[in-house]
Nanobody, 125 residues
Framework: QVHLMEDGGGTAQTGGSLRVSCVAS????????MAWFRQAPGKEREGVAS???????SYIDSVKGRFTIARDSTKTTMHLWMSSLQPDDTATYYC???????????????????WGQGTQVAVST
């Protein structure tokens, strides 16, 4: 069973920076796609960024140039550095992992089998 645990996030002002992190454990996690999703109140969950076991990264257009996703050398810890934050970035951020290989790693909720509990990010004006 794969287990994902997020931490980080918090509150920032517009233009500020935050980081969220995810520690993953379980079988075959080092060979799994991992991704960050977010869900704002009243909205659907959306993929933000994904990273493959080979460190190939994908981003949605609205965060390109502002967010950076990375996995450490063990491939079990994933980070999302967020800068130039905007109020629209306010959401609960979820870590996700996929059980079977995929390349590039997708950004649809249906691409992922395991989810963390989420961590809050709030951006004030």
């Amino acid at each position: 069973q794969v287990h994902l645990m997020e931490d980080g996030g918090g509150t920032a002002q517009t233009g500020g920076s935050l980081r969220v992190s995810c520690v993953a454990s379980g079988p075959n996690i080092r060979n799994a796609c991992m991704a960050w999703f977010r869900q704002a109140p009243g909205k659907e969950r959306e993929g933000v960024a994904s990273v493959s076991p080979g460190m190939y990264k994908s981003y949605i257009d609205s965060v390109k140039g502002r967010f950076t996703i990375a996995r450490d050398s063990t491939k079990t810890t994933m980070h999302l550095w967020m800068s130039s934050l905007q109020p629209d970035d306010t959401a609960t951020y979820y870590c996700a992992a996929r059980s079977s290989p995929q390349f590039p790693c997708g950004l649809n909720t249906s691409d992922y089998d395991y989810w963390g509990q989420g961590t809050q990010v709030a951006v004030s004006t």
